[in-house]
């Protein structure tokens, strides 16, 4: 393959062939440093932001129906890393067929790595937080190391005059090896400037306040009783009240938004008497309040982790609609989150304003500030009903509307419109395999918020026993439970099942997350040796 000095890179004789592989190499070495400087750039320049999540954020945006279901059952919370991940894998093949494309005519191939950064910068303006200019900026800026970096490769590529039928050739051991120790060490570089840009840019994503910064909830909770909690004593056996760091994560942002308090607004309009915007001061100058809630994501499948309970501390829902004032014609309540109108959660208001729950817009969970990761400034935390109608993280705006008027953003891929809690129970030790003969604990949660659990039997055989239950906060969290159980060699079958504060007992038969969550009795099996 050869070609003449016109269309080559600076760099490169005329009259030159180079190994398909090596090409693709410094194509691929070439993407990374692109990729790479445009994370350390998200990290130091304001208004700036990861291209690689943007472009992920646009593939959320556009998923088909069944998708979130299915990227949520193969990767759990990891959904977002495993999407960026392909999302870099793609581009790191979009550059090694662009290498190849720069031995023979580089305009071409630099032309793609300009539509590469013209996607990145298209992608990154659907982000309210990303400021034009310093999106253009940072994408100018790797482009053009992108495109130096590969014509300074290829300008050091092993060359022959001649090639294989299959695309192959021979160069010299030494030279070969000095080029592709160069193309490494130049991918790993831009590796490692590329985690420490999106390390820096995660660290940027901490709240700027502490507990000691908010004020005092005037209606508090008591403090958990001593052995109300039965982890302590029970290995395995998930916390009463789950740690921050440990409560589960799902939602539609590869990129924590990152929110300043001075300039977070949270605008109350659509069917109410007065449009009404509140500063962040004069939302924690209404009364405080202190609740436990359990919340859980629809896409939790039976026995998994998607759920979690916590102590959030924040202000009545109905306290901020009262000040607008909620005309009678208004069916359902819309949340938005800051970054703009691409994800939508709506829920019954009749939901909202019944009397036996307390709806809140929470600034704390468990006696710290929002986490970013879980929502700072402000969420909503709706007792009894899942995430994705009801859940709304880095909450900025509230709309009044009708049931028939709006779709949240989940409905039109195909999940239900109203989604409570369905009354589950999960066995978390053992979770399977094998064990000792001996008395063995049986111990796990149950959840059915706001109705509450009364009762956990577990089979062991079929034969159903009734557990002993935690203490319950209140109807609107979790129970642990826990039976002991005199284990014999063998091997046998142990399922759970549980009753809420109604009288209904938790369905048997068998359904995946969508549209409404997962149904069944959670079920393992055990080989006592």
Known sequence: MSTSASTLSPGVSAHSSTSRVDAAAAGVAATAVALGASE????VLPGATSLVAAVGQVVIDLQPSGAKDLVVALFGTNDKVALEVVVVLVSLAFGAVLGILAVRR???????FVAFGVLGFAAALGDPQANAASVAAQATVAVGLGLQTLSWLLARAPVVGAMDADGTVASSDPARRSFLLRTGAVGLSALVVGLGGRSLLAGSRTAPITAGEL?????TVPPIAAGADLAPTTPGLTPLVVPNQDFYRIDTALLVPSVDITTWTLRIHGLVERETTLTWNELLALPMFEQYVTIACVSNEVGGGLVGNAKWTGVRLRNVLEIAGVMSAATQLVGRPVSGDVFSAGMPMAWVMDPSREPMIAVQMNDEPLPPAHGFPARLIIPGLYGYVSATKWLAELELTTLEGFDGYWV???????????TQSRIDTPRGGSVGAGRVPIAGIAWAPDRGVTRVEVAIDGEWRDAELSAPISDATWVQWVVAWDA???QHTVSVRATDG?????EERSSRPAPDGA???HTVSITVS
């Open 519 to 521: 149904r069944g009795w």
């Open 412 to 422: 039109p891929l195909g999940w239900a419109k109203e989604a409570p809690i369905l």
């Open 488 to 490: 014999t060699p063998g």
């Open 40 to 43: 350390l750039i998200a990290a």
């Open 215 to 219: 004020p005092v909830a005037s209606e």
């Open 502 to 506: 109604t009288g209904a007992v938790q």
């Open 106 to 112: 580089f305009a071409l191939a630099a032309a793609g």
